[in-house]
């Protein structure tokens, strides 16, 4: 089967290249020629654990190339370009959605299936569907959203909950199916649906998704104030089956280029049809609110921000990526240069994006470097490596001996008893 990729940023890389392990033969385009000529050189533009030796596999097989143009043939031509939200309204730009899908149909035959992978509001395979029939064009577009997290997508492609399929004929899904033959076979699930179900089914499961973060990021303020632990109220809930552990961890608040920009479009959505989703924008207006109330925990602790230099660790909005697309650390990293703090950063893989963000910050090469001289740390991303730092080495370097861990990762005893004033989120 023969399939191309228009889009080889997360998603598309990802996809493609596995759809090329589970034996298909792929064609990963993008319009940004470095990107184009990076991969084609052997080099990775993005960090995801594991995809290089899964390229680099596809590609000595011949099952796995890198073009900028849209050349050749294909079954199924896969957009998988960026969706991000209007500055205003919040509302997705489909604008590189209707692009990308014209040029589809452009260059390739009518019998080529376009698939839409990029999260597009309900009705949009339906109104891309007309678009092509009023210039002309037979292809069909069917729905095809991707679950993958950033940090663990290899795992989340090889073992999905389930593969959803959204399509106006039948010959679609069997073109969708003999897609994912091989993990329908293992016994994944396929739900086979509409396009438009299958569209509002990635913004519903995200924004659920998100509401579960936002409920949690709630309780434990209220943990903070009754006296209660966060950790323990999230396994006393999670246990209970009807609930689930999944995606109740406390944090500074959720990030990334998914949960913020789906639930802004998904509640633009609804009230554009005239039924606004209120629990929807309560979660928006709860995580809008969550950095500055990290930085007001830093500064009740140790008062005015103005000269004091923090050290930052972790400045991707979530362990294993170099993704810093709407990062909660970058938001409170550039609260706090704007209360006068002077800010060094480390991240084990986001310094190249993080200091393009925020220029005013300083990047450090190492955990211990950056920590030199400063007042306090402030852990904002759940990296392993900043588990096993040396603490005691720490409390030598700081200039006062102050953690704020908002990823709740370390052990307050522990910290504690090495003389660390220690502050973690929810009690
Ligand atoms: C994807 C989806 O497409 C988005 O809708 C979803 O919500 C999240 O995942 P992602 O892969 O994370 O986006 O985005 P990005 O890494 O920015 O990749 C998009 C790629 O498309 C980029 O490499 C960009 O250069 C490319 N692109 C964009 C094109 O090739 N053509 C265009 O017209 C626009
Ligand atoms: C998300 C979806 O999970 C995935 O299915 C796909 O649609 C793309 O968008 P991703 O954004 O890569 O994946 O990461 P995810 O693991 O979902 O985390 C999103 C944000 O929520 C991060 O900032 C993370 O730190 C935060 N989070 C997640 C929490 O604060 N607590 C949790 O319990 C889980």
Not at 367 to 376: D, T
Request: aromatic share 8%; net charge negative; glycine share 8%.
């Amino acid at each position: 089967m023969k399939i191309t990729f228009i889009g080889s940023g997360y998603v598309g890389l990802v996809s493609g290249t596995l759809l090329s392990f589970l034996g298909a033969d792929v064609t990963c385009c993008d319009n940004n020629e470095e990107k184009i000529q990076a991969l084609q050189d052997g080099k990775l533009p993005i960090y995801e654990p594991g995809l290089e030796g899964y390229i680099k596999e596809a590609v000595i097989a011949g099952r796995l190339r890198f073009k900028t143009g849209m050349t050749g043939d294909a079954d199924v031509v896969f957009i998988a370009v960026g969706t991000p939200p209007l500055e205003l309204s919040g509302e997705a730009d489909l604008s590189y959605v209707y692009d990308a899908t014209l040029q589809a149909a452009q260059s390739y035959s009518p019998d080529t299936l376009i698939v839409i992978k990029s999260t597009v509001p309900p009705g949009t395979c339906l109104a891309l569907q007309s678009m092509l029939h009023k210039n002309g064009f037979e292809h069909s577009v069917a729905s095809n959203p991707e679950f993958l997290r950033e940090g663990s997508a290899i795992e989340d492609f090889l073992n999905p909950d389930r593969i959803v399929i959204g399509f106006s004929n039948e010959e679609a899904a069997n073109i969708l199916s003999k897609v994912y033959k091989s993990l329908v076979d293992k016994g994944f699930a396929m739900l086979r649906t509409d396009p438009t179900t299958s569209e509002l089914i990635k913004y519903a499961s995200n924004s659920f998704l998100a509401t579960k973060i936002g409920f949690i990021n709630e309780m434990a303020n209220l943990c903070e104030k009754v006296g209660a632990d966060i950790d323990s109220l999230s396994t006393g809930m999670g246990l209970d089956s009807r609930i689930g552990s999944a995606f109740l961890k406390a944090g500074p608040g959720f990030g990334g280029s998914c949960f913020p920009k789906d639930l802004l479009a998904l509640s633009h959505i609804a009230r554009t049809y005239d039924q606004p989703c209120h629990i929807l924008d309560a979660v928006i207006f709860s995580n809008q609110n969550r950095c500055a109330h990290m930085v007001s925990k830093i500064s009740e602790a140790i008062g005015d921000l103005r000269g004091k230099t923090i050290c930052i660790l972790g400045i991707t909005f979530k362990a294993e990526t170099d993704d810093v697309r709407s990062s909660p650390a970058v938001d409170i990293v550039q609260l706090l240069l704007s209360k006068g703090a002077k800010v060094s950063v480390y991240d084990p893989e986001g310094a190249e994006n993080g200091a393009r963000e925020i220029p005013a910050a300083e990047f450090s090469e190492g955990a211990y470097a950056s920590a030199e001289s400063s007042e306090a740390i402030v852990i904002l991303t759940e990296w392993d490596e900043f588990k096993r730092l040396d603490f005691k080495r720490m409390h030598g370097i700081l200039a006062k001996p102050n953690i704020f861990d908002f990823r709740n990762i370390l052990d307050r005893d522990a910290l504690e008893s090495l003389g660390f004033n220690y502050y973690r989120i929810g009690g």
